[in-house]
């Protein structure tokens, strides 16, 4: 295939993707506007206004980048795990794997869907913060990086989930088990300096946290940890989630028999 | 030459030379020594070889679990070949699958698409997989989709289509890239009469403007209608390999069914013809072919028995079919698996 044949193919894949997720938008734009305003409503407006300032801010403005860090990372996960394997489960993964199609631009195409669902998520569920609280932007760059690349990194993992998934529950078990419980723990509704030991020496293990708190200093200008840190800790997930990813779809991993 | 597929906008992809065409055929396909063994041991495939000339239409025939599919599968990249070499227009999968691929187009036997787009976006997406630029796919969708029949339900999703229309689905997406070979695997069944023998004229139209068309079917009727080769698969094995019309010749004796005029009580005595009588008004011969009907007339005629109507009782390529799997049978009933040491094929 020449540059423009694989340009045209990959956006192809991209198109179809961000169709599907937007022809279901009710199952996948709308629920996390209504989980963000739960938190926003029992956490902020409830339960925050007697936790009074964290780090000089009111606990609404100190929860939402964490929320829509939550909802980039959901979003982008759940959207490439989804689809790849109903494309598996449907058999029409096959409509690619025997097109001239390379694998790398099948892997482009799906991680490209998840990232234009991550972001479009994010500014939904932004727009939605924005009438429980007054938001900043104290560094644009950070919180563009960070989505970006937040989004690639889960979108990876998903699709690494979705080509070992033999049935619909298998592409649950990890947000449920992994993907939610490491969020809660990163830091989304707290600062890591109120844990005690060892949960404070076992959340620095957790790299959702260091997201969290770039998401937040891009927005707020706080943090417990300096940017970098969270550039390479994606970095080297990103490293190892698209070798790994790329690997498996040359092999044929969960495609071909 | 100009090559404008049926549903192919663009005649851009060329033929073989004129030049070339004088020397040698183009090989559209060319498999040696394939072997597929899969991961339970089971040896689906067994050292086969095979060609197909460019511009051919070969039938590629087997019963159910005789290594059709696994062999398109190689082809096509979705199944590993364990040994073995394939090339589509002299270009080998293993090093340029890409080129290869881009060459071919499929109909699989499953349905394979997702169930909820249309049809429209079904054909258009496959040309866009391939590189098409978006006025050309767009152009193309609409030629293969008129083609087949289902211009008209191109905005439905493809679960609400019949299962005759999801099969002409299947083939209208197969040639929107323009390819120049088509494998077509059990492309009509589920599929009325009707519309069975229109996506027969469809295929032959294909095949008439030089694609190349590899088919599987379990329709022997299908294969002896359309197809100029065949190569006969049974046990992972090449058992059969040539041409339709050498093939139907060696077909030793005809069968024919006779609805008589007045019934008969008892089956009655045809000296050199094997006889049956199947009810009091139907009649089973079976006639050499090497003596003709008319000995069988004349005898008939001698006993009183008069004949309203007469018609083959099975596809003549069936009989031929069910014997030469018989005998492929009789030396080879045990289920292959890994183990023993491969055999050539045969």
Known sequence: MSPREQWLSFCTLLRKEVVRFCRIWPQTMFPPVISISLYFIILGELIGSRIGLISGFHYQEYIAPGLIMMAVINSAYGNVASSFFGAKFQNHIEEMLVSSMPTWIILAGYLGGGVIRAVMTAIIVTGVAMFFT????????????????????????????????????????????????????????????????????????????????????????VSDFAAVWTFLIIGVFLVIFLGLTLWLMERGTGLRT | MSRSVVCASDPSLPLSSPHAA????????????????????????QGINMEVLDGGFRALLGPNGAGKSTTIGIMTSLVRKSAGRVRIYGIDIDHEHSRAKSLIGVAPQEINFSQFE??????????????????????????CLRAVGLWERRRVRSRKLSGGMKRRLLIARAMVHEPRMLILDEPTAGVDVELRRSLWELLRRVNAQGITILLTTHNLEEAENLCSHATIIDQGRIIEDTSMKQLLARRQMEIFILDLQHPLEHPPRLPDFQSELLDPHTLRVSVKRSRGVNPLFEVLSERGIRVSSMRNQANRLEELFLSLLGGNHQHADVPQHAGAPPTPAA
């Not at chain 1, 938001?135 to 937040?150: A, E, F, K």
């Not at chain 2, 976006?121 to 796919?137: C, H, M, S, T």
Request: no cysteine.
């Open chain 1, 134 to 221: 007054d938001l900043q932007i104290y560094h644009p760059g950070i919180i563009i990086g960070v989505v970006l690349s937040s989004a690639v990194m889960f979108s990876a993992a998903g699709l690494i989930n979705g080509i070992f998934a033999n049935k619909f529950d298998d592409i649950s078990i990890i947000p449920t088990f992994l993907l939610t419980p490491l969020t809660y723990l990163g830091g989304v509704f707290f600062s890591i300096d109120m844990l005690h030991e060892p949960w404070h020496s076992i959340a620095l293990a957790n790299p959702i946290l260091y997201i969290i708190n770039s998401m937040r200093y891009g927005m707020l200008g």
């Open chain 2, 22 to 45: 004088a020397n040698a055929p183009t090989k559209a396909l060319e498999i040696n020594g394939l072997y597929k063994v899969y991961s339970g041991g089971l040896k689906a495939l």
């Open chain 2, 118 to 143: 249309t049809s429209w976006e079904i054909v258009g997406n496959q040309a866009g997989f391939y590189g098409l630029p978006r006025d050309r796919a767009r152009r193309n969708a609409e030629r």
